[in-house]
């Protein structure tokens, strides 16, 4: 079955970076698009970046210029490079896939950006 397994989340400083891993199984990873969403508290959850089978990406306006999306085909693995992170950043973060028009959410990693 689908299984995806998030990680690199934690607590950052605002203007600090993290990286986000999704790895992801069970599906034909490298002919699937792949996106990150994020859900801050008490907010519903919101799409922050995707990127197509080709690498072709697009971002939200918040981020654009300080977050990255990329995939490895060979690992199946996603990844959300955030950088200059500000406090409105803070939020459980999961990678999505719509595959054979079924919809699979990882379990969230939270990422928060205090002082």
């Known amino acids: 079955q689908v299984q995806f397994v998030e990680s690199g989340g934690g607590l950052v400083q605002p203007g600090g970076s993290l990286r986000l891993s999704c790895a992801a199984s069970?599906?034909?990873?490298?002919?699937?698009?792949m996106s990150w969403y994020r859900q801050p508290p008490g907010k519903e959850r919101e799409l922050v970046a995707t990127i197509t089978r080709s690498g072709n990406t697009n971002y939200v306006d918040s981020v654009k210029g300080r977050f990255t999306i990329s995939r490895d085909n060979a690992k199946n693995t996603i990844y959300l490079q955030m950088n200059s992170l500000k406090s409105e950043d803070t939020a459980v973060y999961y990678c999505k896939t719509t595959y054979f028009a079924s919809t699979y959410w990882g379990q969230g990693t939270q990422v928060t950006v205090s002082s």
């Open positions: 069970g599906f034909a990873f490298s002919s699937s698009p």
